[in-house]
């Protein structure tokens, strides 16, 4: 049996298939970013193009799992 990804993690596909990046490349992207608010990550991102919504569930896993802020 298969557990389906819940949470941000289940936007990761569609942010994949929409801007044509791996999830792995926007972390290291968002790296230089680390320890900066959550709103100045998601801005960050959204100023790359991404929306609101896809940038906001990446910040929250990477803040979760990569920043250390």
Not at 12 to 19: H, L, N, Q, T, V
Request: aromatic share 8%; no cysteine.
């Amino acid at each position: 049996m298969t557990e389906s990804v819940q949470g941000p993690k289940s936007y990761f596909p569609s942010i994949e298939a929409k801007y044509g990046r791996s999830i792995d490349e926007w972390i290291v992207q968002l790296r230089p970013l680390a320890g900066k608010k959550h709103m100045e990550q998601v801005a960050y991102l959204k100023e790359q193009g991404m929306g609101h919504g896809h940038a906001n569930a990446l910040v929250h896993v990477f803040r979760a799992e990569h920043d250390g802020a």
